[in-house]
């Protein structure tokens, strides 16, 4: 049972513009929900994070909004520039420590930019 | 200081044989897991330790996939008799359990192919 799900699986934008990325989740459990970035042949690396007692967060270019009712959150990239070309993916969690933090990802929105 | 390093980077392998891949995580990482990435898909968790406390191994998909953990330092994910199926990118992460972050440092994956 896939309980994320992230859209659209592919996208390109024009150097300078927005992307944005959706994803939905299921398990109300959820309690921690980041976005990971990879390059081809490297591992995911931590963009940025929401927990779900807030509606959005920023970080630079970057902004998820998370919206509690819907069990969707998405991420914003402003300005998008070519190297931020990469595969983006959703996640979401359960911190509470027997729960061990375990990832659920969605299936990955490749993003190309175009300069 | 040195991030999540796994050894081999790439591994080949026929059908039916066994298979070991390595993790070594941060150093003073408490937590590490292990996800696989099928192509083009998003990670599934396989398994996750916790300092001495007996792993969480729900994401194992069968009975031929086994890891060990030598205190909190390295890791061996182990596939015996493998299978096509079996061919993917696997991708060992490990993280702090004490503090308010959650981020898991992903090593650079162990791409096996299995012929």
């Known amino acids: 049972q896939q309980q994320v799900k992230q859209s659209p699986q592919s996208l390109i934008v024009q150097k300078g513009g927005i992307s944005i990325i959706n994803c939905a989740y299921e398990n109300t459990a959820f309690d921690y929900f980041p976005w990971y970035q990879q390059f081809p042949g490297k591992g995911p690396a931590l963009l940025i994070a929401i927990r779900p007692d807030v509606s959005e967060k920023k970080e630079g270019r970057f902004t998820i909004s998370f919206n509690k009712s819907a069990k969707q959150f998405s991420l914003h990239i402003m300005d998008s520039q070519p190297g931020d070309s990469a595969t983006y993916f959703c996640?979401?969690?359960?911190?509470?420590?027997?729960?061990?933090?375990?990832?659920?990802f969605g299936g990955g929105t490749r993003v190309l930019v175009k300069p | 200081g040195a991030g999540v390093s796994q050894s081999p980077s790439n591994k080949v392998t026929e059908k039916g044989k066994d298979v070991e891949l390595r993790c070594d995580p941060i150093?003073?990482?408490?937590?590490l897991y292990w996800y696989r990435q099928r192509l083009g898909q998003g990670l599934e968790f396989l398994i996750y330790?916790?300092?001495?406390?007996?792993?969480?191994k729900s994401g194992l998909p069968s009975d031929r996939f086994s890891a060990e953990r030598t205190g909190e330092s390295v890791s061996t994910l182990t596939i015996q008799r493998t299978q096509q199926e079996d061919s993917a990118v696997y991708l060992c992460?490990?993280?702090?359990?004490?503090?308010?972050?959650?981020?898991?440092?992903f090593g650079p994956g162990t791409r096996l192919t299995v012929t």
């Open positions: 992460a490990s993280s702090l359990t004490s503090g308010v972050s959650y981020e898991q440092y």
């Open positions: 330790f916790q300092g001495n406390s007996a792993p969480d």
């Open positions: 996640a979401a969690s359960i911190t509470f420590k027997a729960a061990g933090n375990k990832l659920t």
């Open positions: 150093s003073g990482h408490t937590a």
